[in-house]
């Protein structure tokens, strides 16, 4: 299973969350619905399917213009899920 569907959570503005959080609710077996702006080190995690920054991999969900705000503080257009 690519991940769990029962437990996903949006974190659609990446300027509210920290990445100690982000780490906690991985190893808890969440997914997570995270905006992104899609940029060269985004794509290649996506080409991958793994996130090194993340430790987790990772799957496009879909790119949609305002979707959330970037941990950089700019507007997201891509949406990703995450999971370990």
């Keep these: 299973m690519k991940n769990n569907a029962d437990k996903v959570i949006e974190v659609l503005d990446m300027t509210k969350i920290n990445i100690e959080e982000v780490n906690d609710k991985?190893?808890?077996?969440?997914?997570?619905?995270?905006?992104?702006?899609?940029?060269?080190?985004?794509?290649?995690?996506?080409?991958?399917?793994?996130?090194?920054?993340?430790?987790?991999?990772?799957?496009?969900?879909?790119?949609k213009e305002n979707c959330g705000i970037c941990g950089c503080g700019k507007p997201a257009n891509i949406l990703v899920y995450v999971w370990r």
């Design 26 to 63: 991985l190893n808890k077996g969440y997914t997570i619905l995270m905006a992104f702006e899609k940029g060269e080190n985004v794509t290649k995690s996506i080409q991958d399917g793994w996130s090194e920054y993340l430790n987790a991999k990772v799957e496009l969900k879909e790119e």
